[in-house]
């Protein structure tokens, strides 16, 4: 008797694979846009973590010799028209985000991510002082919402209280 695999076995085993083939890559690109929303969101929420470090340790800026630490401290800045989220020191200790003078960078998000809403209104600002660290939010608000999304796959929302609790949602 002889042993081996039938035509109709291996036609069954190639099927099975090329089923299992389609599914995975159907999902493949979604599940890379997926990722992308979620690594944004992660990068955003380290980079506010960061600037809040930044305030806390009482870090510098300023050529060699003449370094000091910004009144105002250092903050976030997000624009949702412009698409825009900026690190700055508030050298003036005026609230506000001036682009010229005050501006460190800006946060890259991954590709097809954009900002889709802010809360408390559609520009943000959120700054850290220390030595506390105090937490002023736009508006004197309770928090500040950054949400992130793409077409098609869904959003992601970076949280920020007045206590400088950073979350994702």
């Known amino acids: 008797m002889k042993t081996g695999f039938t035509l109709v076995?291996?036609?069954?085993?190639?099927?099975?694979?090329?089923?299992?083939?389609?599914?995975?890559l159907t999902n493949y690109k979604t599940m890379g846009k997926n990722y992308?929303?979620?690594?944004?969101?992660n990068n955003l929420a380290q980079e506010i973590r960061r600037v809040e470090q930044m305030a806390i340790s009482g870090e510098t800026i300023g050529d060699p010799g003449?370094?000091?630490?910004?009144?105002?401290?250092?903050?976030?800045?997000?624009?949702?028209?412009?698409?825009?989220?900026?690190?700055?020191?508030?050298?003036?200790?005026?609230?506000?985000?001036?682009?010229?003078?005050?501006?460190?960078?800006?946060?890259?998000?991954?590709?097809?991510v954009k900002i889709v809403q802010l809360s408390p209104k559609a520009n943000i600002v959120v700054i850290f002082r220390a030595p506390n660290p105090n937490i002023y939010i736009t508006n004197d608000a309770d928090k500040a919402e950054i949400t992130l999304g793409?077409?098609?796959?869904?959003?992601?929302t970076v949280r920020i209280n007045k206590a400088g609790l950073v979350e994702i949602e």
Do not use: M, W
């Not at 076995?9 to 995975?24: G, N, P, S």
């Not at 992308?36 to 969101?41: D, K, N, V, Y």
């Not at 793409?150 to 992601?156: A, F, N, R």
């Open 9 to 24: 076995e291996l036609l069954v085993v190639i099927a099975i694979i090329a089923i299992l083939t389609a599914i995975t």
């Open 36 to 41: 992308a929303l979620e690594r944004s969101a």
């Open 66 to 112: 003449e370094e000091f630490y910004p009144q105002g401290g250092y903050g976030i800045y997000c624009n949702k028209n412009e698409g825009i989220i900026s690190i700055f020191s508030d050298i003036d200790n005026s609230g506000h985000y001036q682009a010229g003078t005050e501006h460190i960078r800006d946060i890259i998000l991954e590709p097809n």
């Open 150 to 156: 793409i077409e098609d796959i869904g959003t992601k």
